[in-house]
Structures are given as structure tokens and as C-alpha cells.
């Protein structure tokens, strides 16, 4: 048997159906995913402020907090008297003299005093002999008692940090007649001095009392 044919207007009116479906079902489809979007964006919760917001928005007051604050006066009667509590009550110093920055002055340093100059056994300016020296004074003693039973008069001062033995006479001038007869006669002297001298006593060369050279009197400490 054969199929009945199919008229070319039925078949376009069949095709035109399933287009005309599709683009339906289509815009169904939009609609529900335009909704949805929708319905979404509504949703979407609001961020949370964060803590710093937060913090700054608690610790600000209110503007008419403020001007309330500003524009309020003092009460005298609910401010209690401290000198009647037992409080004593003090000035407050000036501002001045709290923030004074001003460099203190400088502390001057302690000068070292310097010792003292003896004055001269005979005069008060003058030259005189230096016979010998030593770090010790009690060195010296056995060389004074020699030099003083010969008639040479001694004394024993301090320059610097050792101790000298010299002459008590002085004179004016170091190339003058009495300066150069008592270097010859301390030379003289000097010489018998190791072999007169106690054992214990120090020895000296007799160059040493044969060099005996002139000095300022006021530079020796007695």
C-alpha cells in the first residue's frame, strides 16, 4: 500500500510549529534567568564595616553632643573646695618656667692649685749652688752634715719630684766672684766625700759635686 503524500502546505505549516515553539521555550528560558539574577543581586548582604570604622564611629560623638559640651557652663557649686577637704592647694607654676629648654651653664672645671714656693733662706730672689740630688731626702742628710763641717752651709729643697742639696749662700749674678769660688770650693769638698761618708750612706762621683751648677732661688720648694 502506499503512503499518502504529504501536501507542500501542510509541511510548511508543520515547520513554521516547531520555530515558532523553539523561540517560546527560548524566551521562557530568558525570563527565568533574568529573574533569578534578580532575585540574587536582592539578596547580596551588605559588607560589614570594618572595626577601624567601627572603633572611629563609637569614640565620635554626635555634632550637637559637641556644641551641648562647648556651650555648657561651669557650676561652681558642684565643684568641691579642696582646702576645705584638707587638700593643700598649691599655685601652679607658670608655663615658662615648666617648659624652659634653656642649656644649663657650663660648670667651670676645678683649677689643680699649685704648691707654693718657698721663699729663699737668705734672700727673697737670688741664685745659689745645686750640689747633688736624689728621689729620697733622707739620701741627702749624710751629704749635708759633710758639706756642713767644711764650713760650705747646705740646705735641702724639692724641684719637681726629686729633692736637691744646695747652697745657702746666694748671690746675684751666676758668673760673679763669689759664685765661682764657692763651686771650687764644693768641688774640693766633694771629693774626700766617699771616703768620709758613713758605709751606709749613698755614694757619689765626685764629678758630681764638681759640676755644682746655679739656680733661681725661688724655684725651690723648702
Known amino acids: 500500500a502506499e503512503s499518502p503524500a504529504i501536501l507542500p502546505g501542510k ?31 536582592n539578596r547580596t548582604p551588605s559588607p560589614a564595616p570594618s572595626a577601624e570604622s567601627a572603633e572611629n564611629t563609637a569614640d565620635t560623638p554626635a555634632s550637637s553632643s559637641l556644641e551641648a559640651i562647648q ?15 584638707g587638700i593643700d592647694v598649691q599655685p601652679r607654676p607658670p608655663l615658662s618656667t615648666i617648659l624652659d629648654t634653656s642649656l644649663p651653664a657650663p660648670v667651670e672645671e676645678a683649677k689643680t692649685p699649685t704648691p707654693p714656693v718657698a721663699a729663699a733662706a737668705e734672700t727673697e730672689a737670688g741664685m745659689c749652688l745645686q750640689i747633688c740630688y736624689n728621689p729620697n731626702r733622707r739620701d741627702l742628710l749624710p751629704v749635708q752634715e759633710h758639706f756642713n763641717k767644711q764650713g760650705i752651709d747646705t740646705l735641702i ?28 770650693k ?3 769638698t766633694g771629693a774626700n766625700y766617699n771616703r768620709e761618708k758613713p758605709a751606709s750612706a749613698v755614694s757619689y762621683n765626685p764629678e758630681t759635686f764638681a759640676s755644682a751648677f746655679p739656680i733661681n732661688v725661688k724655684d725651690i720648694i723648702k
Open 11 to 41: 509541511k510548511l505549516q508543520l515547520n513554521l510549529s516547531y520555530w515558532v515553539i523553539a523561540l517560546v521555550c527560548l524566551a521562557l528560558f530568558l525570563s527565568l534567568l533574568l529573574m533569578f539574577r534578580l532575585g540574587q543581586r
Open 71 to 85: 556651650n555648657s557652663q561651669v557650676r561652681p557649686d558642684l565643684i568641691p573646695d579642696r582646702s576645705s577637704a
Open 157 to 184: 729643697g724639692q724641684v719637681g719630684n726629686v729633692y736637691i742639696l744646695y747652697s745657702k749662700q746666694t748671690f746675684d749674678k751666676k758668673n760673679s766672684e763669689e759664685c765661682l769660688a764657692l763651686k771650687e
Open 186 to 188: 764644693i768641688k774640693k
